[in-house]
């Protein structure tokens, strides 16, 4: 087997392949382990030298289908509490395949107005979704950090030209340090994203209240003054990944409009809140803001790569990312839009279509009525813990996070921080429930997030179970040794 013309009479050969595994994979998800460490052997069939002779598309695909399907962490299933990550829609999965089929060159109308037109149309879809002024410019991101890296980069863009200078032409140099203030709840990507622009991730200043990270707005406002008018980016944020918790982001609004700032929002899965009148709250002053942030992966239910980025006023974004000046590249005329100068990527995949096929599929009311189930489902793994007398709530549940720890009697506390790492472990080598830990407020936690379509109150249950069934081993084995 040589060239890839051989295989041109059965082009689809290899995807019937797995079309044919995805059946059973899909009807499986329910009833697997998140991850089976004991089949972690077959990635060395991964391995071995470049093949001098190809074995074929329908060889190579069924070997990566029999690897894959079983070495895979099966993080689309309804048990990966892990991070926040959500699944993908049996529409969204669909659509993403379309994708690869169509195979569209994304970022210009010329290449492909399929893919311009409907990134046009799942960006007001979304505008209307989370509530944003249609007017608000947008472009599809891979991912939130990216999202943050193009919001902020119009960001700098505006704080650059109030200092007189052109930063996307003649760059940082003579600049002053470009003032980032947030509170405690800011997420690691927005400082990447900072670092990824050249302004390094340690700018960034905090102003929080206590050591849940909550905004001290007296604090901020002070910092403010002190710049005495010159410009500063201020970042809010819409649900913290340990607690759920958010930035008062209409008061940050009213700072912007006092003291001429931009303000950026991090909403990577937050956003959805404004889907449910229960939570809606949580977003106002959302639509004030100068760029915002959402992931399309996580509570959308779209599969990676999928994020979005709102801004404004939308002359920024081609300000911040266009400007190529080559005479190969055409530009858009009269309604058309080339994505590739609104954000950081040049060739990029057609991320529209799952978009939009999620949305069509399941619409406003779908979408809102799963962001309702899993408000349901942590409200319910919440109760569960307060009611447990070896379980202790970290935080109040205010969205689809749940932060807890295991706390069985006869462990002194000062052993309870090992211990939880010790089951945070022991519960990923188990694999059939993933949920990871991390430390807030200075202790060990778990903190499992609900953001996956197929999850049922039944799987937070499995949580407890299995911690439960976990838990005493170690903690004989620590409250034995403190004597
Ligand atoms: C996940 C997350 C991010 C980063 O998202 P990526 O899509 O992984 O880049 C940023 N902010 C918050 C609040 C998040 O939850």
Request: charged fraction near 20%.
């Amino acid at each position: 087997m040589g060239d890839p013309l051989s295989e041109i009479a059965g082009a689809a050969t290899p995807l019937e392949l797995v079309l044919r595994a995805a059946g059973p994979y899909l009807d499986g998800l329910g009833d697997r382990k998140v991850h089976d460490r004991s089949v972690d052997g077959l990635l060395a069939e991964l391995d071995g030298p470049l093949p001098d002779e190809g074995e074929g598309g329908p060889e190579s695909i069924e070997r990566l289908l029999g690897i894959g399907t079983r070495a895979a962490t099966h993080s689309s299933g309804p048990r990966f509490f892990h991070l926040v990550v959500g699944g993908a829609t049996p529409a969204a999965m669909a659509a993403d395949w379309t994708a690869s089929l169509l195979d569209q060159v994304s970022g210009l109308w010329v290449s492909s107005p399929l893919a311009a037109h409907m990134e046009t149309t799942v960006l007001r879809w979304l505008k209307d979704l989370f509530g944003l002024p249609a007017s608000f410019g947008g472009v599809l991101t891979p991912s939130a950090t990216l999202a943050h890296v193009t919001g902020l980069a119009c960001a700098r863009t505006w704080w650059a030209e109030r200092h007189g200078a052109d930063v996307a032409s003649q760059g940082l140099a003579g600049l002053p340090p470009m003032p980032v203030f947030s509170s405690g709840l800011v997420h690691p990507s927005t400082r990447k994203a900072l670092q990824i622009l050249g302004h390094g991730r340690d700018t960034l200043r905090t102003f929080s209240r206590d050591d849940t990270g909550a905004l001290d707005l007296a604090a901020l406002e002070g910092a403010l003054a002190d710049l005495d008018g010159a410009p500063a980016i201020l970042v809010g944020n819409v649900g913290e990944v340990h607690s759920g918790d958010s930035d008062p982001i209409g008061a940050l609004a009213d700072l912007r409009d006092r003291y001429g700032c931009w303000l950026h929002v991090d909403g990577a899965f937050g956003l959805f809140a404004a889907l449910s009148p229960r939570t809606a709250h949580l977003t106002d002053g959302v639509a004030r803001a100068d760029s915002v942030t959402a992931d399309g992966h996580k509570w959308l239910n779209v599969p990676y790569e999928s994020g979005f980025s709102f801004v404004r006023d939308a002359a920024f974004p081609s300000r911040a990312f266009g400007g190529w000046g080559v005479s190969y590249l055409p530009e858009a005329a009269g309604g058309q839009v080339d994505y590739n100068v609104l954000g950081p990527e040049s060739s990029r995949r057609a991320r529209a279509l799952p978009i939009w096929a999620t949305l069509r599929a399941y619409g406003r009311e779908g979408h809102r009525a799963m962001v309702e189930r899993h408000l349901d489902i942590a409200a319910h793994l919440g109760r569960r813990i307060e009611e447990a007398p070896d379980l202790e709530l970290r935080a109040p549940v205010r969205l689809s996070i749940v932060c807890f720890r295991y706390r069985p009697p006869g462990v002194p506390d000062d052993r309870l921080d090992e211990l939880n790492a010790l089951l945070g472990e022991a519960l990923l080598a188990d694999g059939r429930v993933y949920a990871g830990t991390s430390t807030y407020r200075g202790r060990k936690v778990f903190r499992p997030a609900i953001v996956n379509w197929r999850t049922t109150t039944d799987d937070v249950d499995l949580l407890l179970d299995v911690l439960r069934e976990l838990g005493p081993a170690l903690a004989a084995r620590l409250g034995g040794s403190s004597g």
